[in-house]
């Protein structure tokens, strides 16, 4: 059996996936290596592009070109890649980005590695609406999900559609960073996923997360009161115009953003701040 591309990152100790060591992983193979991988051509897929889509205005389609995720997961991964409990894919975007998205998610919902639109001569690039930003490149890959298909991820917005994906890993879900000592996972375990979902992919908690906005958010929380806190996440335009820090996604009910927003906090004060 081939070797798995990626093989040397599932050894990866917990220790340093904790740390967030990325020197091991190594760029995703160019769309025309993939193809010899998977022994396939790509296939079009269409979805309802979330970063287009407003709320209250009609939703807009797209069709992109790519790779059913799961295969290409499997092919660079190896083909225990969804086996382990709490594995983790983490995928790295060139703009510091990083999503890390559950390995069983891709067991519920079909995501597809895409790296063009179906349209031939149609630039690979997306107007970012929830953070102010247009014509963004979206290569050299972009993680897609089948919401036609799926209609409840449309209230999630972007969070877990990375684009400008050059790197993809198997991690393990980090408790110690996320649940140290003396939080437990019944208390606060739904606050730390929510955390990863929305936040980490930007932001850090003690030294996790993404470098797009390195801010350690336990520090963070601590500083800012009730209302600041909700402004900037239900409302980060009103505090500053122009800003990229995108909101809560407003596809989700008003309470739920609000709850979301409240857990957030309470969870990140509670937090003990590490060195
Ligand atoms: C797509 C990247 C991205 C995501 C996701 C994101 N943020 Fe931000 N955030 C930013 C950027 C960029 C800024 C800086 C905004 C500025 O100054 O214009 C910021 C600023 C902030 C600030 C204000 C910091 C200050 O100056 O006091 C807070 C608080 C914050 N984010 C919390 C969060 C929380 C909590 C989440 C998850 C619900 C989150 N952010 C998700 C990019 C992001």
């Not at 798995?4 to 025309?32: D, H, I, K, N, W």
């Not at 709320?55 to 997961?73: I, M, N, T």
């Not at 897609?144 to 449309?154: G, H, K, Q, R, S």
């Not at 393990?172 to 939080?183: E, F, I, K, T």
Request: charged letters at 20%; proline letters at 10%.
């Amino acid at each position: 059996m081939r070797t798995p591309y990626f093989s040397r990152l599932q050894a990866l100790p917990l220790g340093m996936a904790l740390c967030g060591v990325s020197a091991l992983a190594e760029p995703l193979p160019t769309p025309a290596a993939l193809q010899e991988l998977l022994k396939a051509p790509p296939q079009a897929v269409k979805v309802i592009e979330p970063h287009l889509s407003i709320q209250g205005e009609p939703s807009v389609q797209r069709a992109y070109l790519g790779y059913p995720a799961a295969q290409v997961l499997r092919q660079l991964l190896g083909v225990d890649w969804n086996k382990a409990p709490a594995s983790e894919i983490e995928f790295r975007a060139l703009d510091g980005f990083v999503a890390r998205i559950p390995a069983e998610r891709f067991a519920k919902y079909h995501a597809y590695l895409v790296f063009g639109l179906a349209e031939p001569q149609a630039p690979f690039s997306v107007d970012n609406k929830a953070q102010g930003e247009k014509d963004v490149p979206l290569g050299p890959y972009y993680l897609v999900w089948d919401n036609l298909a799926a209609p409840e991820l449309l209230a999630e917005g972007g969070a877990q559609w990375p684009y400008q994906v050059a790197q993809i890993s198997l991690r393990q879900a980090s408790p110690a960073v996320l649940l140290p000592a003396g939080m437990s996972s019944e208390q606060w375990g739904e606050q730390a996923a929510l955390a990863q979902k929305f936040c980490l992919s930007c932001h850090q908690i003690n030294g996790f997360g993404g470098d797009k906005m390195p801010l350690n958010l336990a520090v963070r929380a601590k500083l800012l009161d009730e209302r600041t806190w909700r402004v900037w996440l239900l409302t980060p335009l009103a505090f500053k115009p122009r800003t990229s820090m995108p909101a809560l996604p407003d596809s989700m009910a008003p309470a739920e953003r609000e709850a979301i927003a409240a857990k957030l906090h309470a969870y990140l004060k509670a937090l003990p701040v590490l060195p």
